[in-house]
Every structure is written in C-alpha cells, then in structure tokens.
C-alpha cells in the first residue's frame, strides 16, 4: 500500500493550561468522520493520511472551565 506520513505538531494558546487534547480528523470542513482520537496531553502525531484524499483536522483543548478548538488545517 501506498504511505503517506503525516507529522501534527500543536501548543496551548492563552487562557488556562489544557487538561486534554483531542485530534478531530474528517474528510470536509468540520467533520470528524476520519477520527476522534484522544491525545492526552500529548502535543503531536504521525500517523498516515489518506492518499489522495483531502483531510480537515482541528485540535480541541478542554479543561475545567470547557473547551477551544483550534484553527483547522487541511492538507
């Protein structure tokens, strides 16, 4: 099969420090079709992307006081 590595790197923003990240993955703007994976407190992943196939990815931040999801990318 074909690979297609992927590196996402990400940090907090302002505001209070994240308890949890989660990496949301889809194959349109917003959606999380592709993946819901839960990171911990990690702050990156490689994994494979789907060749030839446009994937939208977006972090969500949550602690305590709610969530933040980030800017989205897709690649």
């Known amino acids: 099969g074909t690979s297609n590595p992927i590196t996402l790197t990400w940090a907090p923003g302002g505001g209070g420090a994240p308890a949890s990240y989660t990496l949301q993955a889809g194959t349109s703007p917003g959606a999380s079709n592709l993946a819901v994976a839960p990171m911990g407190l990690a702050t990156s ?22 969530a933040a999801t980030s800017n989205e990318v897709s690649f």
């Open 45 to 66: 992943i490689t994994t494979a992307a789907p060749p030839g196939t446009r994937v939208y990815v977006r972090v969500v931040a949550g602690n305590g006081a709610g």
